[in-house]
């Protein structure tokens, strides 16, 4: 039995196929595996991107609530954006010696992020995080990082998956193996739970003058609870330690400034990416002078981090931001989402709410039997690809999405929950057309 006539993917599973055998593991990117939506109805592959929309390689069109991982802020193709990219090109994408507008990103990030007092760039998260670790440890002098949060893939943090989660006792990233990762590290980047300050002060008693840098993402789809941040960043100053926030995911959507303008924390080192240049490669580290100046005797260099086109692009991303009051709009575009979906949520027996921040809803499906949640999780995934939204139970909204995306939105919310109710009436596996979504890792963090 099924429901809703599925999209011709064909083009798109045949370059998966020959990924297989030439790409290992089949895509650049962990989130953009077929496996993490549902395989054989999603799009893998895309040929062309604008606004909120992508066309795949089948030709088929699909609203986007994914941009890329949340990297797309402002829409995709953005032509605010793009035009001052060309406009730098003809200028050249990389100079023989240095470009002022690594000083003029910089005076703009200076301007708008709390922590901000320096700067030095980067091409991606991961970049920024191990970054961020470099310098924490460098102008310590100390080896040892407590974490909470996903960092990236470099060795540094990897190394935790010599450990284990406090949690649960299983690897703090379920599902992958610390392959390739020098077992030399381990125990020198140690995982601790989100808002449980007892754990973290057990870990501070424990490793003490060790712990170079205290580093978490402050926030995710929920504010922490009040007063938290402040009592990890006291933990931190009175051990010693500085505070670092990973922002590469939370910063922008809520403010310019970053979660941490909004929540009103200011920690010591900050690292960010993604929606800072909507879709262009760029990252940067921020933090005060004390913290950061030691890097200029440290060895920290790449010939693309100040490349031109990332830096024109991060700064026409966050002008374009500020002149047209992104932190309001974000605020009522996805408060408005919110509602509406809330509204079909409610009329349906399916126990499902959606929550979070409103420039990061997040759907939340729930059951008493939790095998159930990822049957109605991959349920819900494919029947809104096939209704032409492509998402997974996250909302990343951008400034290209209009209320008419919301209504299209909503309208396959409602199917999909007429679905999904009539699977749980007699049989999951009567609906299912895809493997059970594979999430690859768990994020520390709400």
């Known amino acids: 039995m099924t429901s809703m006539k599925k999209h011709n993917i064909n083009n798109s599973l045949n370059l998966y196929k020959k990924a297989e055998k030439i790409i290992p593991g089949k895509t650049q990117l962990i989130s953009r595996r077929s496996s993490q939506f549902a395989h054989g109805i999603n799009p893998i592959y895309a040929k062309e991107s604008k606004g909120g929309y992508f066309i795949d390689v089948d030709d088929n069109k699909y609203l986007d609530w994914m941009n890329a991982v949340s990297a797309i802020i402002l829409g995709h193709s953005h032509d605010y954006v793009d035009n001052a990219v060309k406009e730098q090109i003809d200028k050249g994408s990389i100079h023989t010696v240095n470009s002022a507008l690594e000083l003029e990103l910089a005076d703009l990030l200076i301007e708008q992020i709390p922590s901000a007092e320096m700067v030095r760039y980067t091409k991606g998260g991961g970049d920024s995080c191990a970054l ?43 599902g992958i193996e610390p392959i390739g990762v020098p077992k030399a590290l381990a125990g020198t980047a140690i995982p601790f739970i989100y808002e449980d300050i007892e754990n973290l002060k057990s870990l501070i008693d424990e490793h003490g003058e060790d712990v170079a840098a205290i580093m978490l993402e402050p926030m995710r789809s929920e504010f922490p609870r009040e007063g938290y941040l402040e009592e990890v960043k006291d933990l931190a100053h009175k051990n010693g330690s500085l505070l670092i926030f990973d922002e590469v995911s939370c910063g922008w959507r809520m403010s310019v400034g970053g979660a941490q303008k909004k929540i009103g924390v200011t920690p010591d080192i900050t690292a960010f990416a993604k929606a800072m240049s909507n879709g262009y490669p760029m990252g940067a580290v921020v933090g005060s002078y004390e913290s950061m100046e030691p890097a200029d005797r440290m060895f920290v260099s790449s010939s693309y981090w100040s490349d031109n086109i990332g830096l024109s692009a991060s700064k026409a991303t966050i002008e374009y931001l500020l002149s047209n009051n992104s932190e309001k709009w974000f605020e009522d575009y996805g408060n408005t989402l919110k509602k509406k979906v809330t509204e079909v949520m409610d009329s349906s027996s399916v126990n499902v709410k959606i929550s979070g921040i409103p420039s990061g809803p997040i759907i939340q499906f729930i059951s008493e039997e939790s095998s159930e949640i990822p049957l109605m999780k991959t349920l819900f995934v494919q029947e809104m690809a096939k209704q032409g939204v492509h998402m997974s139970t996250v909302f990343h909204p951008t400034m290209s999405h209009t209320e008419e995306d919301i209504d299209i939105t909503v309208r396959a919310i409602d199917n999909s929950l007429l679905t999904i109710e009539k699977a749980q009436k007699s049989n999951f596996e009567d609906y299912l057309e895809a493997p059970i979504l594979n999430e690859p890792f768990r994020r520390l963090v709400k």
């Open 132 to 174: 961020a670790v470099r310098i924490a440890r460098g102008t310590t002098g100390r080896d040892k990082i407590l974490f909470s949060g996903y960092h990236g893939w470099h060795d540094w943090y990897q190394s935790a998956n010599y450990l284990v989660n406090p949690e649960d006792g299983e690897f703090p990233f379920a």
